[in-house]
Nanobody, 131 residues
Framework: QVQLVESGGGLVQAGGSLRLSCAVSGRTSRNYAMGWFRQAPGKDREFVAR????????TYGDSVKGRFTISRDNTKNTVYLQMNILKPEDTAVYYC????????????????????????WGQGTQVTVSE
């Protein structure tokens, strides 16, 4: 069983920064991609960012490009989301997710931006950005 635990959320003023962390435990293989999603009240869950197993490839949602950076430290089994120039519209519960599909088995049509592509999810951490 894989467990994902997010941390680092909180209240910040617009223009500020936060760094979220996601600790992965329960599965020793490190050949998994990781993603961050977010869900604001009354809205669908939205893709934020994805990083492949070795950190060589990153993908970002349009609304966060240039402001957020995803990274990972495989020695610590942890993925990070550095969020800069935060805006009130970034307010949401942020979830990390793990995709254990082996790279060779991935459907080439998949983009890594859809919820169904991920196998495990954390409980989420609240980020609130005030005016």
């Amino acid at each position: 069983q894989v467990q994902l635990v997010e941390s680092g959320g909180g209240l910040v003023q617009a223009g500020g920064s936060l760094r979220l962390s996601c600790a992965v435990s329960g599965r020793t293989s490190r050949n998994y991609a990781m993603g961050w999603f977010r869900q604001a009240p009354g809205k669908d869950r939205e893709f934020v960012a994805r990083i492949n197993w070795n950190g060589a490839m990153m993908t970002y949602g349009d609304s966060v490009k240039g402001r957020f950076t995803i990274s990972r430290d495989n020695t610590k089994n942890t993925v990070y989301l550095q969020m800069n120039i935060l805006k009130p519209e970034d307010t949401a519960v942020y979830y990390c997710a793990a995709d254990y599909t082996p790279p060779g088995a991935r459907d080439p049509q998949q983009t890594g931006t859809q919820e169904y592509e991920y196998d495990y999810w954390g409980q989420g951490t609240q980020v609130t950005v005030s005016e």
